[in-house]
């Protein structure tokens, strides 16, 4: 039989040095100061989810030995079957907890009802994640993140943190370190408590996560690439991914001087379920001004996201002084439903130039009232400030909307700089819009308005004061990575970004007769070795800085492989199925509906206005451009085919071994599969980018002949087909 250990309070005199404790078994249980040493490669499982340390004393103080590290899972357990606690701190006060490394754990360290903990130092890297089913050539929507809700600690649950603390105050958290992790520290009811000098970067979830948390100082962190949903030039989407996340009525906060570059959003705040009558109240709750409200941004980097540099909406009197929000892929402030608030001395920049359709550029409040952007400079911006109200019906009869919604009014855009944006302002049915003392050189045009949302050239411009805040910490991460500046440094794998220094290995592209993988940071070399017959290997070293190239590749016909790719530091296992083949592609311009008229369309694909080409692979990552983008053929490159409204259908014969194989497509938008007569793919539909996946059985060797469909509605486009074994 064996007991948890516990250190109580000695009888005796204490000595003047802290007790050292030896952990080696769950349910650890800390009552008074110590030094804690843990064996080198020692694991320790929680196994009853209760915390493997448990700390159980007021006013102790527990330090790790240098050199100690708590793990819970040996290193070929994966990110996403991590369980379990590492350390637990409850219902205690005036906790501090000092250098502490601890992985291999759902939650690193949890505190519940902890108010005055104090943490300092440490590491708590290698945390759980997901395994991500996105890749480079497209998103899978399962990755979406999903934080709307948290009351029941659903965050923790499905999502893990390096660092939680929950229904605390007065906690401080400074200098820890989190890398290869989902999320780093969550806020959960914590209130008047302060975050500084921790780097928190690299992750695939949230730097910093904040429910219902209220006058907390956020200063001088690193939240650099947090994100998830991105391939550069391909889908910039973020999957409520942030550097810095703020949910359901989070108010009185100070974020400064933190840098928040690369982040699915950079801050992503959002006044919550609750607040808005989506999900269940207290009896008697008002409505009125319910949001994240009266947060001050200031002096921060909100830069390089998939989606949003700042994203705040259903709020009240947030402040935005001083940041700096450039090249953020949708634009740089979306602010729908925000009441009074200011944005004033900010730096926009190269916001919106990937966009959807009207949201775009620096700054996008759709049924704001009463806000103020003021002495901005904005540059390079497809629209700089756009404006407007639409007839949102859902949200329009929530009870935050009967309380509060007066539509898009009496906002004020007053002595900012605009230099070189497609378009200065944009109004959509947006009223009383005061437009004074604004300059603008270089740009597309100056304003745009629907009928009866005309701006008015003069009105009151109310001063204001740079708030004054408490600057806490020592560090300067604004700035300190400014080499890796640009999305383009956003490097996915299948568990999160490219730390930009570990290595990394993924699968890229496909190639005319195979596949290539692409391996980041082996600066000493790679090698490729064979696992299976069959198959071609060439290593190509990188060019410029880029990563080095593993390319396989196979005669015609179907070849499974697998590899192994190795380098300092690394030896990695990869597998697939090459699809060597010889695809008739046919691309055209339609005017029938293929939803409606399915024959009529099917009857364009072969008329006059229909291009062949022959390929060797299914991989037509059309994006923005359509067909005439990629190359395919002279009069494919010089037809009328526009990126719009046009079709795709490829055959090919292919011989298949018996057994089960999986046909497995991306499309946008819709798809359909034929194999030997049967519809094995049916998604015949608009969609964004999408994967599908059918099963063809085939009882013996034998050829199989294959049918693909495919139509572009707008937007982007994408159609690619892969076949590997079912088993």
Known sequence: MSFPAILVMSLFAVPADPVKVVVSADDTVITQSCRVEI????????ANGNGVIQIKADGVVV?????????????????NQLRGVGMRVEGVKNVTIRNARIHGFKVGLQAVNADGLVIEGGDFSDNFRQRLKSTARAEDASDWLWPHDND?????????????LQSTSGATVRG??????????????VNDSKVFDNDCSFLSGWGLAMWRSSRNVICRNAL???????????????????GILMFEQCSGNVIAENSVTHGGDGFFGFGGKEALGDSPAPEGFDY?????????????????????????????GNKLFRNRIVDNAICGFWGGYSQDTVIALNQFTGNGRQGYRLERGGVNIEHGTRNRIQDNTFKDNACGVHLWFDDDKDLLQKPWAKANHKGSIDNLVANNTFTGDQLVLQLRESKQTVYVGNKAEGVGREIDATPGSEPTPAGDVPSYQVPQFPVLGDRRPVGARAGLAGRDKIIMGEWGPWDHQSPLVRLAAATPDGFAYEVFGAADGVEAIEASGGIRVNVEAGQGGGPALVKVGADPGVTPYSLRI???????????????ASWNVRVFPWTNEPRENLAGWRAEAQGPTSLAVELPALQLK?????????????????SPIGPDRFGTVATTKIRLPKGKWRIQTVSDDGVRVVVNGATVIEDWNWHAPKTDVGIVEMPQDGEADILVEHFELDGYAILTLDIEKAD
């Open 622 to 638: 059309y994006g923005g451009g359509g067909p005439k983008e990629l190359g395919l053929s002279e009069a494919i490159k010089n």
């Open 224 to 242: 650099d690439f947090c994100v998830r949903g991105y391939s550069h030039g391909v889908y910039n989407r973020g999957q409520d991914s942030a």
């Open 63 to 79: 330090e790790f030995v240098e050199g100690s590290d708590l793990r819970g899972a040996g290193p070929a357990v994966p990110w």
């Open 566 to 580: 190795k380098g300092k530091g690394f030896d990695e296992k990869v597998a697939g199925t090459i699809i060597a």
């Open 152 to 164: 029941k600690g659903e965050w923790l649950d499905r999502y893990g943190a390096a660092v939680a």
């Open 176 to 189: 820890i370190t989190v890398r290869r992790g989902q999320n780093g520290i969550v806020l959960d009811r």
């Open 288 to 316: 009125t001004r319910k949001g994240c409200n009266d947060n001050l941004l200031i002096d921060n980097d909100f830069s390089f996201a998939p989606a949003h540099g700042v994203e705040m909406t259903f709020g009240f």
């Open 39 to 46: 064996a080198a490669g020692a694991v320790i499982e929680d």
